[in-house]
């Protein structure tokens, strides 16, 4: 018999943030061993950097695996502080990644952030008669999340459109507040659907918006037409963006 599961593990509804890094398989075949590792090494120092901002650098809330970052509410109070920190790490993610496009020429990520029953555990002891430890994230917040992260047809980040509505209800108005302070912005989406209406993931600031058109641009211009329209969709985001002049609130 195995031991038992330790009931200190705790499954309520939270944020989660998903995040997977494109041409992956392809962006490791083309490299050897070292000339991926300097690579990555760079990649990786851009997501500590946005995870890692105004949480004295502890990153309890962040999991990295090969291509993939997963972000949970940081321990933060009020709540709404949290939250609106998780959206600000998912904003400067994304933002980061675009402007390494040219310097590095590693693909790009794109994620989304989901609601609900959600373990997140780093580094746990996950038995009470056993020293072993690991990472376990799991639940139907992951589930919905890893679903609309696959179905985006673009380099961007958006909230999972079909958890809007529990979003509302458990914290009335913040949607609303982050979409006014520039977190988030009303998109349609482009999907493998067709385009959804959802709230997307700012990642543009005022200071680099024209940089990231151009290297948007270039990259839409460069691929085959295939993959140039992810980039297409992006692009198209950035001067929504720019227009509207409603960046990413400044550090």
Same mark, same amino acid.
């Given at each position: 018999?195995?031991?038992?599961?330790?009931?200190?593990?705790?499954?309520?509804? %939270?944020? !989660?943030?998903?995040?997977?890094?494109?041409?992956?398989?392809?962006?490791?075949?083309?490299?050897?061993?070292?000339?991926?590792?300097?690579?990555?090494?760079?990649?990786?120092?851009?997501?500590?950097?946005?995870?890692?901002?105004?949480?004295?650098?502890?990153?309890?809330?962040?999991?990295?695996?090969?291509?993939?970052?997963?972000? /949970?509410?940081?321990?933060? *109070?009020?709540?709404?502080?949290?939250?609106?920190?998780?959206?600000?790490?998912?904003?400067?993610?994304? +933002?980061?990644?675009?402007?390494? !496009?040219? %310097?590095?020429? +590693?693909?790009?990520?794109?994620?989304?952030?989901?609601?609900?029953?959600?373990?997140?555990?780093?580094?746990?002891?996950?038995?009470?008669?056993?020293?072993?430890?690991?990472?376990?994230?799991?639940?139907?917040?992951?589930?919905?999340?890893?679903?609309?992260?696959?179905?985006?047809?673009?380099?961007?980040?958006?909230?999972?459109?079909?958890?809007?509505?529990?979003?509302?209800?458990?914290?009335?108005?913040?949607?609303?507040?982050?979409? *006014?302070?520039?977190?988030?912005?009303?998109?349609?989406?482009?999907?493998?659907?067709?385009?959804? /209406?959802?709230?997307?993931?700012?990642?543009?600031?005022?200071? +680099?918006?024209?940089?990231?058109?151009?290297?948007?641009?270039?990259?839409?211009?460069?691929?085959?037409?295939?993959?140039?329209?992810?980039?297409?969709?992006? %692009?198209?985001?950035?001067?929504?963006?720019?227009?509207?002049?409603?960046?990413?609130?400044?550090?």
């Amino acid at each position: 018999m195995p031991p038992s599961m330790t009931t200190a593990l705790d499954n309520t509804r %939270r944020f !989660l943030g998903l995040f997977d890094m494109l041409g992956f398989s392809s962006f490791c075949e083309s490299r050897s061993a070292q000339e991926l590792a300097a690579a990555y090494q760079q990649i990786l120092a851009s997501i500590v950097t946005a995870t890692t901002y105004g949480t004295d650098g502890e990153d309890d809330h962040v999991l990295i695996f090969s291509d993939t970052v997963v972000l /949970a509410e940081p321990r933060m *109070e009020p709540r709404t502080e949290a939250v609106r920190h998780l959206f600000r790490l998912a904003s400067l993610l994304i +933002h980061n990644s675009l402007l390494e !496009l040219n %310097r590095f020429e +590693h693909p790009p990520f794109r994620g989304c952030v989901s609601f609900g029953e959600c373990i997140f555990r780093k580094n746990a002891s996950l038995f009470s008669n056993s020293d072993c430890r690991t990472s376990l994230v799991l639940g139907k917040a992951v589930a919905r999340a890893s679903a609309w992260e696959k179905k985006q047809k673009w380099v961007g980040a958006s909230i999972v459109p079909s958890d809007l509505p529990d979003i509302r209800i458990a914290f009335p108005g913040l949607l609303e507040q982050l979409v *006014e302070e520039g977190y988030l912005v009303d998109y349609d989406v482009p999907t493998e659907d067709g385009l959804v /209406a959802t709230l997307a993931i700012n990642c543009v600031t005022s200071g +680099h918006s024209d940089h990231i058109l151009r290297l948007v641009r270039d990259r839409e211009q460069q691929l085959p037409p295939k993959e140039a329209s992810k980039y297409r969709g992006t %692009r198209r985001f950035v001067e929504a963006v720019m227009n509207t002049g409603k960046y990413i609130p400044p550090r």
